[in-house]
C-alpha cells in the first residue's frame, strides 16, 4: 500500500527532526555541566525544546492513531507505528530529564567544591547512548542497538557508587555537592535508560 507507505515515512520523518532535537537537548546539558555554557541560558534552551518534544509527541500520537484507523496495518508496518510512537514519548522523556539537569546546574551554580569528574564520564557515556540508540533507530541497525543496552550498567554503576561509597558513607563533605551530584547523576542513569528503551525499540521495528 503505496499510500500506507507514505504516512509511515512521515511520521519516521517527524521522529527524526525529533530524535536530532532531543540530542541536541542532551549535549547542551553536557556542556553546561562541563562548564562550556551558561547554565541559565541552557536551562531557556531546554525549556524550549522539551516543550516542542511533547508538543510534537501529542501530535504523532493522533497522526497514528488515524493510520491505525484508516489502513489497519499489519506485521511490520504495525510494528513500525506502535515503535514510533513509544520511541516519540521516550524522546519526551529525555527532554524533562535533560530540563531537570539543566534546572539542578541553575539550582547549584557554583560546584567549585565538588568533584565533577566522577560525572563526567557517565555524563559523555549517556550522550552517545541517545546518539547511537536514535542511530539505530533510523539505519534499523540490530547489532548497534544491543551495544546501546551493553553501555547502560556504566552509567548505573556511576549512579550507585557515588551513592553508597561516597554519600552514605560520609565521604562526600560538602552537603551541596551531595545533594547535586545524587540529582545529576539520577537524571542521566534515567537518561540512559530511556536510550535503551529507544534501542529496544529499534530492535523491535527491524526483527519483531
Given amino acids: ?13 517527524e521522529v527524526v527532526k525529533s530524535s536530532e532535537l532531543s540530542l ?17 541560558t541552557v536551562l531557556e534552551e531546554v525549556d524550549k525544546g522539551a516543550q516542542i518534544l511533547s508538543f510534537t509527541h501529542g501530535q504523532l500520537r493522533i497522526k497514528i492513531s488515524e493510520i491505525l484507523a484508516r489502513f489497519q496495518p499489519m506485521a511490520s508496518d504495525l510494528r513500525t507505528l506502535i515503535s514510533l ?11 524533562r530529564y535533560a530540563r531537570n539537569i539543566a534546572q539542578t546546574l541553575v539550582l547549584f551554580r557554583d560546584m ?22 536514535l542511530k539505530a533507530v533510523e539505519t534499523r541497525d540490530m547489532e548497534l542497538a544491543r551495544r546501546v543496552m551493553e553501555m547502560d550498567d556504566k552509567v548505573d554503576g556511576a549512579y ?12 562526600e563533605k560538602v552537603p551541596a555537592c551531595a545533594v547535586a551530584m545524587t540529582l545529576i547523576l539520577r537524571y542521566l542513569e534515567r537518561m540512559a535508560d530511556h536510550a535503551v528503551q529507544i534501542a529496544e525499540e529499534a530492535i523491535y521495528m527491524a526483527g519483531g
Fill in 1 to 13: 500500500m503505496a499510500l500506507l507507505d507514505a504516512e509511515i515515512k512521515s511520521v519516521f520523518s
Fill in 24 to 40: 541536541s537537548l542532551t549535549k547542551k546539558c553536557v556542556e553546561a555541566f562541563l562548564g562550556r555554557a551558561d547554565p541559565t
Fill in 85 to 95: 510512537m513509544e520511541i516519540s514519548y521516550g524522546l519526551v522523556r529525555l527532554g
Fill in 112 to 133: 567549585s567544591q565538588c568533584d565533577i569528574q566522577l560525572v563526567v564520564e557517565p555524563a559523555e557515556i549517556t550522550e552517545t547512548m541517545v546518539k547511537e540508540a
Fill in 160 to 171: 550507585d557508587s557515588y551513592l553508597r561509597e561516597r554519600v552514605l558513607t560520609g565521604v
